[in-house]
């Protein structure tokens, strides 16, 4: 029978070779405990400790890669599985290369909004995503394709705007241009090959309950406090917890300590009302892993 914890055939990931996406990806792996040598130049390399293979590609390449089976899944912006159209499933969200494809201008020209870009011509390397995105908007623009520097195509005549991925937006600052619309909002995904054999989506399966434990424990801090016994039932009523916060008696008299964990988006907001209800000597810690 076969041994379902080491299954012959590792799966085969497809992740970026080098760029943005690059360091995100080799860190998730090792958060999930999956050991893998630094293969610097290395096309592919297998880990010492988890049934799983990498292939480093140039990020372009990676739907078709994993619609053609070469690689089972891949790590890759959600922007190139819209662009490149190919037969994959997005699994889930991996929290980090967030971006957006935004249609910018030149600052101080004469297009104000989108209705101004008809009959203008748009330089970008996202050409698919941005038809469809004017297609529905009702605007006619000419799309010019080119692969690299987009954001210099105004400044040289080539262009009278741009559509390209924006995060922090310096790069438009530096070359003149304001952001106009947001055409998507992007992170990285993990995508899969459609069928993948029992033993793969066995793997699949392990490598996204870490996946989950470890994005999960990044939304999430673990809150130690104090508070006079008085006030536990208000305070408890701030702190949900994953089941219900714990209580523990102090060695001072009428005083107990409660722990629980505090989602990362309400956290100031929950310290400022726990501090109001009387909480003291209130500590925050991050959470490695998290299996709820
Ligand atoms: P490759 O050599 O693999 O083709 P690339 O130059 O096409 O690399 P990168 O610039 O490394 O790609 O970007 C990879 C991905 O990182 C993008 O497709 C996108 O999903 C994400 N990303 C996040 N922020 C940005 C940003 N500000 N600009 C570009 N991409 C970003
Ligand atoms: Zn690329």
Same mark, same amino acid.
């Given at each position: 029978?076969?041994?379902?914890?080491?299954?012959?055939?590792?799966?085969?990931?497809?992740?970026?070779?080098?760029?943005?996406?690059?360091?995100?990806?080799?860190?998730?792996?090792?958060?999930?405990?999956?050991?893998?040598?630094?293969?610097?130049?290395?096309?592919?390399?297998? %880990? %010492?400790?988890?049934?799983?293979?990498?292939? +480093?590609?140039?990020?372009?390449? /990676?739907?078709?890669?994993?619609?053609?089976?070469?690689?089972?899944?891949?790590?890759?912006?959600?922007?190139?599985?819209?662009?490149?159209?190919?037969?994959?499933?997005?699994?889930?969200?991996?929290? +980090? $290369? &967030?971006?957006?494809?935004?249609?910018?201008?030149?600052?101080?020209?004469?297009?104000?909004?989108?209705?101004?870009?008809?009959? @203008?011509?748009?330089?970008?390397?996202?050409?698919?995503?941005?038809?469809?995105?004017?297609?529905?908007?009702?605007?006619?623009? *000419?799309?010019?394709?080119?692969?690299?520097?987009?954001?210099? *195509?105004?400044?040289?005549?080539?262009?009278?705007? /741009?559509?390209?991925?924006?995060? %922090?937006?310096?790069?438009?600052?530096?070359?003149?241009?304001?952001?106009?619309?947001?055409?998507?909002?992007?992170?990285?995904?993990?995508?899969?090959?459609?069928?993948?054999?029992?033993?793969?989506?066995?793997?699949?399966?392990?490598?996204? +309950?870490?996946?989950?434990?470890?994005? @999960?424990?990044?939304?999430?801090?673990?809150?130690?406090?104090?508070?006079?016994?008085? &006030?536990?039932?208000? /305070?408890? $009523?701030?702190?949900?917890?994953?089941?219900?916060?714990?209580?523990?008696?102090?060695?001072?008299?009428?005083?107990?300590?409660?722990?629980?964990?505090?989602?990362?988006?309400?956290?100031?907001?929950?310290?400022?009302?726990?501090?109001?209800?009387?909480?003291?000597?209130?500590?925050? /810690?991050?959470?490695? &892993?998290?299996?709820?």
């Amino acid at each position: 029978m076969e041994n379902q914890l080491t299954p012959t055939e590792p799966i085969k990931l497809a992740i970026q070779k080098s760029g943005r996406l690059h360091d995100s990806s080799m860190q998730l792996l090792k958060e999930c405990g999956i050991e893998v040598s630094n293969g610097n130049n290395q096309l592919r390399i297998q %880990s %010492s400790n988890f049934p799983l293979e990498i292939f +480093f590609l140039r990020d372009d390449d /990676i739907t078709e890669y994993v619609q053609d089976a070469v690689a089972d899944i891949g790590f890759v912006g959600e922007n190139v599985v819209k662009e490149k159209c190919k037969e994959v499933e997005t699994i889930e969200k991996l929290g +980090f $290369g &967030k971006c957006r494809l935004s249609i910018a201008v030149p600052k101080n020209g004469s297009l104000k909004s989108l209705l101004d870009l008809n009959n @203008k011509k748009i330089a970008t390397s996202y050409p698919v995503i941005l038809a469809d995105y004017l297609e529905k908007q009702n605007i006619s623009a *000419a799309i010019h394709e080119i692969s690299g520097s987009v954001e210099i *195509a105004p400044r040289i005549g080539l262009a009278d705007a /741009i559509c390209d991925l924006v995060s %922090s937006g310096s790069t438009l600052f530096t070359n003149e241009l304001k952001e106009m619309e947001t055409v998507l909002v992007s992170e990285a995904v993990l995508i899969s090959s459609r069928g993948l054999s029992s033993g793969k989506q066995g793997i699949l399966d392990r490598l996204l +309950f870490r996946i989950r434990a470890v994005k @999960k424990a990044k939304n999430n801090k673990y809150v130690l406090l104090n508070a006079p016994n008085d &006030k536990i039932d208000s /305070i408890c $009523g701030l702190l949900p917890g994953i089941k219900s916060p714990t209580i523990l008696p102090l060695a001072e008299k009428g005083w107990s300590s409660i722990h629980s964990v505090i989602n990362e988006a309400d956290f100031w907001n929950v310290i400022e009302q726990l501090k109001a209800n009387g909480a003291v000597g209130i500590l925050i /810690i991050p959470i490695e &892993k998290m299996i709820v």
